[in-house]
């Protein structure tokens, strides 16, 4: 699939977990906006809390919640998340070490990857018409899909 398309990828919650965890451990930046922008963004639906190990400066994982709950709680169901740019980031990630791509293809295995062929842009631009322009009724505002924690938290 193309990164303009929207892509809708089938996988079980524990998969789920495993990207989130994996792409926040791939983030080396120092910067909160570049970090984030190299983050996974999914629907409202999915938030998680991202926040820097002061031990090792690494990034790392607080709480993921699926529907307000905890994704644990869905970890052997199936989830249908949306994306568009989902398999370029894991083949990036199979091009960095053994180790990631080995990682890749066990997630790959578990995950069903459906391409729509809906192009984003055209999405976009017929729900900017719908809405009357780009607004906070469009969607146009930080909705807290992903929250920074200041300090490190242990033992989440």
């Not at 780009?134 to 924690?149: P, V, Y």
């Amino acid at each position: 699939p193309y990164e303009n398309t929207l892509v809708l990828v089938r996988m079980p919650g524990d998969v789920l977990i495993d990207l989130i965890v994996l792409n926040v451990q791939q983030c080396v930046c120092s910067d909160k906006n570049q970090t984030e922008s190299m983050l996974f963004h999914f629907s409202r639906e999915i938030r998680y809390q991202v926040y820097k190990n002061n031990e090792n400066s690494k990034m790392e994982v607080g709480s993921i919640s699926f529907n307000g709950n905890p994704v644990n709680d869905f970890s052997h169901e199936y989830l249908l998340v949306s994306s568009s740019y989902f398999l370029s980031i894991l083949k990036l990630w199979q091009r960095q070490s053994n180790a990631l791509q080995n990682k890749v293809e066990e997630i790959l295995q578990k995950i069903k990857i459906e391409d729509t062929g809906w192009l984003i842009r055209d999405l976009m631009m017929e729900r900017i018409r719908q809405l009357g322009g780009i607004n906070a009724l469009g969607g146009a505002r930080t909705d807290g899909r992903i929250e920074w924690i200041k300090n490190n938290l242990k033992g989440l």
